[in-house]
């Protein structure tokens, strides 16, 4: 975790007075957050462009809840923001039509994650083969470090699928893990 | 959360960790973020408006609905009536008229709907020796008829109307906290006929006019007292309407009564005279009634109404 695991701790994320809740209260509560939903959703997308739309389009889904004052823990909402737009198959269509339409005059839309920050990491290969979900509940487990109710509050599920979701997703990469260290070996 | 003895597991997180650190969001995100918070706004602008619309169009057809339903003007009729029974209990009744279709009124004919129906719900409550107890009286009218009769040729202008009443049926209703009115249901009622006839629909200021009432009733006879005299209005003011001093309303809860027999046929004529003393045009109405005066009338009892508009010049 690090030095984000303070970042919940700040006064910015209380939940202000109706009177603070306008665009600029809310950027300033969602700052300290962003990056490391940024993190989660760079591990949990295909490539960069789809992690930098779920997580602006988690804020813009973030904001009329938390003016109306409906959301009580903001970077819990905001997480379950995040990887829903990850994990939705009709948002990610919507998502990736959005950003091929952007491509023209943007060429970070065609850099994947793995060629950006470490295309020869074995365990990115792997987590990537993994199926989103597998992959959500092995990011939010293992790097955003959240207990089994926490995912699955989190993905929307039981706890029971969680857990054998992540036994699946562990025994995936250690045989694809297994397998490449034995062969290189 | 994890197993921290499970170096796959250990490894796992310090890798993850690894891929990602250092990655920053960029700044713009939240320029991206802004419009797509407008953009949101505005799709659920369209989805409240589409929903107002559709709110709204389901109103209006409701609306049409139940206009269709209960045409103004010639639709429900409610006529609300509350007396008190003979041991102090409320009695409401409660008159529902329904007329499917329009009536159409000149100054030479009227004709009204066939088919039209009266339901009189009687509603008794508070009464002594028990709760609150109900009965159901419907008219039903199978065939109110309002004719004009029209004159010999060359005579003045027409001058009667007849109007055959609605059937009385007083069903032998009960109330589970009571018990039935009446042992049996009641035969259908033979409905009562009015007619009206005035010498002179047109006459002139200060002529006497004579008005004639003749009702036949051929299942109950007619009360000598003064709320079986038909109640008459001339229409100037002169005399106001009386309101039916005789409701059509279920016998007070007794024991059950056995159907008495039929007491008709009866037969009532009276006549009346009246001097206008002011022009225009003016109704003559008329109500007559069978049977008892007191609440509780027999189930042959039966009512009717007339209504003669004349012109005075």
């Given at each position: 975790m690090g030095s984000d695991d303070t970042l919940t701790l700040l006064p910015a994320l209380a939940v202000p007075a109706a009177a603070d809740r306008g665009w600029d209260a809310f950027v300033t509560a969602w700052w300290p957050l962003q990056d490391r939903l940024f993190r989660i959703a760079l591990l949990i997308a295909r490539d960069r462009s789809d992690a930098e739309d779920a997580v602006s389009d988690a804020m813009a889904a973030t904001y009329a809840p938390w003016k109306a004052g409906r959301v009580r823990a903001l970077d819990a909402y905001a997480r379950r923001a995040v990887v829903n737009c990850l994990t939705s198959k009709g948002r990610r269509k919507v998502t990736a039509d959005r950003h091929r339409q952007r491509r023209t005059g943007d060429?970070?839309?065609?850099?994947e994650v793995a060629d950006h920050v470490?295309?020869?990491d074995l365990i990115r290969e792997a987590l990537l083969e993994l199926p989103t979900k597998q992959r959500a509940i092995v990011v939010l487990r293992y790097y955003a470090q959240l207990s089994v109710a926490e995912t699955a509050s989190t993905l929307g599920v039981a706890e029971g699928t969680v857990k054998s979701q992540t036994h699946d997703a562990l025994r995936a990469l250690r045989v694809r893990l297994g397998a490449t260290q034995e062969g290189s070996e | 959360v994890t197993d921290p003895h499970d170096p796959f597991e250990r490894e796992l997180t310090d890798r993850l960790e690894a891929i990602v650190h250092g990655e920053a969001a960029p700044f713009e995100l939240v320029d991206r973020a802004a419009a797509r918070t407008t953009e949101l706004a505005h799709q659920r602008r369209l989805r409240r408006g589409v929903t107002g619309a559709g709110l709204a169009a389901l109103v209006t057809a409701a609306v049409w609905l139940i206009a269709v339903a209960n045409p103004i003007g010639n639709g429900t009729q409610h006529q609300d009536t509350v007396a008190f029974g003979p041991d102090g209990h409320r009695i409401t009744t409660t008159t529902e008229a329904h007329h499917p279709t329009s009536s159409t009124s000149s100054s030479t004919s009227t004709t009204e709907p066939e088919g039209a129906s009266t339901t009189t719900t009687t509603r008794h409550e508070g009464a002594t020796g028990g709760g609150p107890v109900r009965s159901t009286t419907t008219t039903s009218v199978a065939a109110t008829t309002l004719s004009t009769l029209n004159p010999p040729e060359?005579?003045?202008?027409p001058k009667c109307v007849q109007i055959t009443g609605p059937s009385n049926s007083v069903h032998d209703s009960w109330d589970e906290d009571y018990r039935r009115f009446w042992t049996t249901q009641p035969p259908e009622d033979q409905p009562l006929t009015l007619q009206v006839c005035v010498d002179d629909v047109t006459p002139k200021k200060g002529q006497e006019v004579t008005l004639t009432v003749t009702a036949d009733d051929p299942d109950q006879t007619f009360s000598s007292d003064t709320c079986s005299l038909p109640n008459l209005f001339w229409g100037d003011e002169a005399n106001p309407k009386l309101a039916p001093c005789r409701d059509t309303v279920a016998p007070a809860p007794q024991e059950p009564a056995p159907v008495p027999e039929p007491s008709g046929p009866g037969h009532l004529q009276k006549t009346f005279t009246h001097t206008y003393s002011s022009t225009g045009p003016s109704t003559i109405h008329v109500d007559a009634g069978s049977g008892p005066d007191a609440p509780g009338p027999l189930p042959y009892s039966s009512t009717a109404s007339a209504d003669l508009p004349i012109a005075v010049h």
């Open positions: 060429e970070r839309g065609l850099r470490a295309d020869r | 060359g005579a003045p202008e």
